[in-house]
């Protein structure tokens, strides 16, 4: 008799144990994209032009997106949106990338798996087609972290990625651009408009899966009228790109040269697992108060485990959109969000 009881007892204690089992967290898979940040005030672009660029950010957040909400991986996210912004010739990457001093089209590129902190870079590459399916080869199918200039091509060729003409990367507005700076330079003359757009023009993605892995991915043509071989931030991780599941994930756009100086992406993620900080504070320090404090300016786009996100800058603007499950935001110009 004392069995049975106590065999009923478990079977009808059963539900109510069930009851109070608590279900697994649900990751809240999120893209965050930038399409560069620097002298983006209000009015700067036709009403035309604007929404070009608002139309390609939306249609690169939905690649992503589309990505994460059928179960695909964060790194496959990251990519789909950067190679749509790199064949958008709106953007500095890919098509549409800025001109060296020497009239060249030489692009940079990166991207890091935050689960395993492998890491895939390549710099000034002048005839593929999308450098970020590059540097993901070199993560994926090498012994290195960083390809540059010729072998960084010959690799290309190796794995069977599209290669282009150097002419394929021309647009007419780069090129008028490139022409007013030569003059410009000629004559002496300090255009402040022009000066940003030296420095400035990247696209990047972050990105947070099911799984809840962390990516992160920039591209970039460059600064416009870079001399001798320069490298900026783009292809230097930590500089550049970031991404670690214990901390988070960033891509970075502004003055590369200060973004390398102080390892910017790497920073804020350091900040999030050693301090403790939200996306936002650590993003926030790193920009308005250290890179500000050395007179450059620029922004990142930041992604946490738990989904939480920064699209933080100290210039006038920055292209910018995020999409999860409870929204879909796209903004140019400062507060605009």
Request: with cysteine; aromatic share 8%; net charge negative.
């Amino acid at each position: 008799m004392r069995i049975f009881l106590t065999l009923a007892a478990f079977f009808f204690a059963a539900p109510a144990m069930a009851e109070h089992h608590e279900a697994a967290p649900v990751t809240p898979v999120t893209i965050v994209i930038h399409g560069g940040a620097g002298a983006l005030a209000p009015g700067r672009y036709s009403p035309e032009e604007e929404a070009a660029f608002r139309a390609k950010l939306n249609e690169a957040l939905d690649a992503g997106y589309a990505v994460l909400e059928s179960g695909g991986a964060a790194l496959d996210a990251v990519e789909a949106a950067i190679v749509l912004m790199e064949d958008a010739p709106m953007f500095n990457a890919g098509k549409g990338a800025v001109f060296t001093r020497k009239g060249k089209n030489e692009l940079d590129s990166s991207i890091m798996d935050g689960a395993t902190l492998n890491a895939g870079a390549v710099a000034g590459v002048t005839r593929v087609k999308n450098p970020i399916k590059l540097a993901r080869a070199v993560m994926e199918k090498s012994d290195h972290v960083m390809f540059a200039r010729d072998g960084a091509e010959k690799f290309a060729r190796e794995n069977g990625l599209e290669l282009v003409k150097p002419s394929y990367f021309k647009t007419e507005h780069r090129w008028k651009a490139y022409k007013r700076a030569l003059k410009a330079e000629k004559e002496n003359q300090k255009d402040a408009a022009l000066f940003h757009d030296f420095k400035y023009g990247t696209v990047g993605a972050v990105a947070l899966d099911a799984e809840g892995n962390l990516a992160a991915g920039t591209s970039t043509g460059g600064m416009m009228m870079k001399r001798y071989g320069r490298v900026g931030d783009t292809p230097i991780i930590g500089a550049g790109t970031f991404a670690d599941n214990k901390s988070c994930a960033v891509s970075s756009t502004g003055w590369g040269e200060y973004f390398i100086r102080l390892t910017i992406a790497r920073d804020i993620c350091a900040q999030v697992e050693y301090q403790g900080k939200t996306v936002e504070e650590a993003a926030d320090d790193v920009i308005h108060h250290r890179l500000q404090d050395m007179g450059a300016d620029g922004g990142v786009i930041v992604l946490a485990p738990d989904g939480s996100y920064a699209m933080t800058f100290n210039s006038k603007g920055m292209f910018r959109g995020v999409k999860n499950a409870e929204e879909q935001i796209i903004a140019i110009y400062g507060e605009e969000e």
